[in-house]
């Protein structure tokens, strides 16, 4: 609990923007993710670096755990108040306060949803392309190393964060990167607050990558009569260098999913959505190409997208392609997967996968970002039922398995929060593991910081 003593001193900083109400708590005590609730003890909405800081020296003095709030999309319980505090919630600090067009940056407060940053670039001329799905907060992007459909070609937040300001655990302010495109300089902090989860510090200000909008996108979708070869045409078209920009893979069941949701009617098959992103020769050059492949691997052919309205109502279907898995199962809730595997094992690992929600009782739809190794299966379990649960904990950790056994990662997104920690010694070592301890404890000995995720 946060002692009425030191409520009221969060309350001289803040005002009437720290509250203890009922529903500001339980709103803040859900997430997407299939863990229980956990209420905090109360909710900070700061406006500031300054008042961050503020917040933080005083939890610091009494404390108080905090952890820090975008959207409350997490999929992991990254947001989860397991030890009680405090959260802050960055939505009203959600101003863009720099766009250097010439230098193809942008400086943000972590508020700053990916699409708001997009929409404001929209005549510019470039764009900031990491893409989830949901509507993310760049903050909590940045904090879970985020991803999503065109990591393919743009890479993942690691890549398009270039710098930071962050909120450490005394409530020193420090700065990470400069706007130079390359350094030498020292550490790469930005790198190491970058997937940290909120364990070392607050995210205030972050400055982002942006990249050009191209000159011809063109999106298209095939099916095939087998998993394996779909997969295998993508693992192929990796390997040929055919830049796509996404290139995304349904099953039979998230197909059907998808057919109800959207009211579409995609042929009952595993299915690409695939994307290019180029000039006009080039683009054709890609479709040449990857359509060649397709055929030779048995798809239909592809059924393209070219104005802008079509082309976002078909990533809209995958993007909604999670709800639609929950919609097949009234009242449900899911635990989803999202592991990683180097391109050369990916056929075999969605294969196997496959192989074993096949064999379950339970229903779990695959879908992913297979041109990067990246793949998900939502399964979908009954509220309360710890038959279910179990059940899909197996299968999480089977999946899991199989990942590290072909040289990847648990995670290729989502990140570890509490729903993971169970495999971090195994994918990363004792050793490696205990050194991401010790530089949690150096930078935040009191352990005050998002307590009880990512490290022991």
């Known amino acids: ?27 803040h005590g859900r997430s997407e993710a299939w863990h229980p ?22 939890c610091h003095a009494n404390d108080i755990p905090i952890i820090g709030w975008g959207t409350g999309t997490s999929l992991e319980g990254q947001t989860s108040a397991i030890h009680g505090g405090l959260i802050v919630d960055f939505t009203q600090m959600n101003k863009i306060l720099q766009v250097n067009d010439s230098d193809m940056d942008a400086i943000v407060q972590p508020g700053v949803t990916r699409e708001q940053l997009n929409i404001e ?30 990591a393919v070609k743009y890479g993942t937040m690691a890549d398009n964060v270039i710098g930071l300001e962050v909120v450490l655990a005394d409530g020193t302010v420090i700065k990470t990167g400069t706007r130079a495109r390359k350094s030498s300089a020292g550490y790469d902090l930005t790198k190491l607050f970058v997937g940290s989860e909120g364990t070392l510090g607050l995210v205030t200000e972050l400055t982002m ?22 997969v295998n045409t993508v693992m192929l078209a990796i ?14 069941s998230a197909v059907q999913a998808v057919n109800s949701y959207a009211g579409s009617e995609f042929p009952l098959k595993p299915h690409l959505f695939v994307e290019c992103h180029g ?21 239909s052919p592809l059924e393209w997208a070219s104005k802008p309205e079509d082309r976002n109502a078909l ?44 064999k379950s009782f339970l229903d779990g739809p695959i879908l992913g970002h297979v041109g990067d190794g990246n793949f998900h299966a939502v399964l979908l379990i009954e509220p309360d039922n710890a038959e279910d649960l179990a059940e899909a904990k197996r299968l999480a950790d089977l999946m899991a398995k199989r990942a590290l056994r072909f040289g990847g990662t ?47």
């Open 1 to 27: 609990m946060i002692p009425d003593t030191v409520f009221a001193d969060l309350a001289l900083v803040l005002d009437k923007r720290v509250t203890r109400s009922k529903s500001d708590l339980e709103q």
């Open 37 to 58: 609730d956990t209420p905090p003890d109360a909710v900070a909405y700061p406006k500031t670096t300054q008042e961050v800081s503020a917040i933080v020296k005083i």
């Open 121 to 150: 670039l929209r005549t510019s001329g470039l764009m900031f392309p990491v893409d989830p799905g949901a509507n993310a907060s760049l903050g909590g992007m940045a904090m879970t190393r985020a991803s999503g459909t065109t």
């Open 209 to 230: 990558r942006l990249h050009g909008q191209p000159e011809k996108i063109l999106a298209g979708v095939c099916s095939f009569d087998d998993i394996d070869s779909a």
């Open 239 to 252: 390997q040929m260098g055919i830049p796509m920009a996404r290139i995304e893979f349904l099953d039979v």
């Open 279 to 299: 000039s006009d020769t080039g683009v054709e050059s890609q479709i040449e190409t990857l359509s060649e492949l397709i055929d030779d691997f048995g798809g």
């Open 315 to 358: 990533w809209t279907m995958r993007h909604n392609a999670y709800y639609a898995c929950l919609a097949l199962k009234k009242g449900c809730v899911s635990v989803i997967t999202d592991i990683c595997v180097p391109i050369s094992n990916l056929a075999e690992a969605v294969v196997e996968t496959a192989e074993d929600i096949e």
């Open 410 to 456: 648990v995670t290729g997104e989502h990140g570890i929060g509490i729903g993971k920690k169970h495999f971090m010694a195994q994918e990363h070592g004792d050793a490696a593991w205990d050194t991401m301890g010790a530089l949690k404890t150096a930078l935040d000995p009191k352990n005050i910081m998002n307590p009880g995720k990512l490290v022991r």
